[in-house]
C-alpha cells in the first residue's frame, strides 16, 4: 500500500502539507507544524493504530488513550533522533484488564513501523501508566 502526500511551499519555509483525509500548516509559523512533530505525530498515530487493533481484538475496552511523545536530537549532524519518551496513559481501563493491555502495548511497539523504523537511530523509551 502506497502513502502519498503533497507539500507546497511559498519562497521560504511557510507551506501546506496535504494527505488522503486532511491538511495541516508546516513551517515557523504559530500553529504550523515542524518536521519533527510531523515524525512524532506520525509515531503516536501510528503506534496508537496498533494498539487499538490489538485491543479491538482482545475485546478490551477503555474509556481513552493520551500519548506524550518527546524526541532528543543529536547535536551532531546528521541531527537524526537521539531519544524519543512515549509515555502512554491509558483512562478507564477495568483493573482485570490492565495486564492484558500492557502485553498489548508491548506488541504495539513491536508492530508499529514508525516506532521500529525510529528506533534504528535512537533510544526509545515506552512508558505506560493508568488513570481510573
Not at 483525509?21 to 506520525?42: F, K
Not at 501510528?46 to 487493533?53: E, G, I
Request: proline share 3%.
Amino acid at each position: 500500500m502506497a502513502t502519498k502526500i503533497k507539500m507546497v511551499f511559498d519562497n521560504q519555509l511557510h507551506g501546506i502539507l496535504t494527505g488522503h483525509h486532511g491538511s495541516a500548516q508546516v513551517g515557523p509559523a504559530e500553529g504550523a507544524l515542524n518536521p519533527y512533530d510531523m515524525i512524532l505525530g506520525g509515531l503516536g498515530g501510528c503506534l496508537n493504530h496498533t494498539l487499538q487493533s490489538i485491543l479491538d481484538k482482545k475485546k478490551i475496552k477503555v474509556q481513552g488513550i493520551h500519548y506524550d511523545i518527546e524526541g532528543e536530537k543529536r547535536r551532531e549532524a546528521p541531527t537524526t533522533l537521539k531519544q524519543v519518551d512515549v509515555r502512554v496513559q491509558v483512562r478507564g481501563a477495568d483493573e482485570d484488564a490492565k495486564g492484558a493491555i500492557e502485553k498489548a502495548f508491548d506488541l504495539a511497539t513491536r508492530y508499529c513501523s514508525v516506532y521500529q523504523t525510529l528506533s534504528k537511530v535512537a533510544t526509545m523509551n515506552p512508558e505506560l501508566t493508568f488513570e481510573d
